[in-house]
């Protein structure tokens, strides 16, 4: 698997990172063989929140990179904050106090990548721009961005950040494609032409933040998975098809069709299986063709004006 560049920060990692939301299910041994799964296929982003399984994700991560399982100097480690029962928290005590506990579960002194988790309505831009000051200059954090935020917001945060914002997490998959049905539908009288994102994709072209994917493999908001849904059998019909052609699995062409796309995004595949990091591993080695991609768009249900 070949590196990316993540924004223009001259930090690269792998094109696919892998979600670690749900490793806290597993036994210590379990976990080092799925990230050594992970290192094997040339994956070298994890993706990491202090809200998962309120933080024992990280402190099961953390375990594993004592155990010589990674070496921390090998990957990309990533995390976000800014989720808190009942509200959203960017302010700037927060933020700070995130990252320090991050840091200990994950035993680690740095964080290469940290976002902030959701938009907060009450968020002071230069307070944020305070804490990324001070977390930047304390090496504790060596770059920024931001997680399910529209273009506006995130220009109105670089407006007073002095430090990129290198990438945005967004909900995309080839069920769920809201980022780029208004932009295929431009001035056209149908739902499809309404712009929900404030055109948060070219936005991210043109400024060199890279858009990393979550929910790869779901439709609708953690609805269920896309893949042998009933749902979409003619989805699922043509990614059996392409799958045949390309000699990997229905799953790997739903992530395939994410790497294809020019603005180079970051898929996050979350699996708490080896054989499963392995299969999705494979979209790397796939290149779609522009009619293969469309195809499947317009097998999820959509249509072109």
Known sequence: MKDIEIGRSGLRGSQIALGCMRIDSLADADLAALLT?????GITVFDH???????RCEEAFGRALDAGVVRRDEIVLQSKAGIRPGRYDLSGAHLIAAVEASLRRLRTDRLDLFLLHRPDALVD????AAAFDEL????????????????????LL?????QPLVADQLQLSVAHTPLIDAGLNVNMASAASLDHDGGTLDYCRLHGITIQPWSVLQHGYFAGSLVGSAEYPALNEELSAQAGRHGVTPAAIAVAWLLRHPAAMLPVVGT??????RELARAADVELTREEWYSLYLAAGNSLP
């Open 158 to 162: 670089a407006g007073s950040v002095r």
């Open 136 to 155: 930047h200059a304390a090496g504790k954090v060596l770059h920024f961005g931001v997680s399910n935020h529209s273009a506006g917001q995130i220009a």
């Open 272 to 277: 708490t299986r080896p054989a499963r990091v």
């Open 49 to 55: 929140a202090d809200i998962y399984a309120d933080g």
């Open 37 to 41: 799964a992970a290192r094997d296929e």
């Open 125 to 128: 831009p230069d307070e944020v």
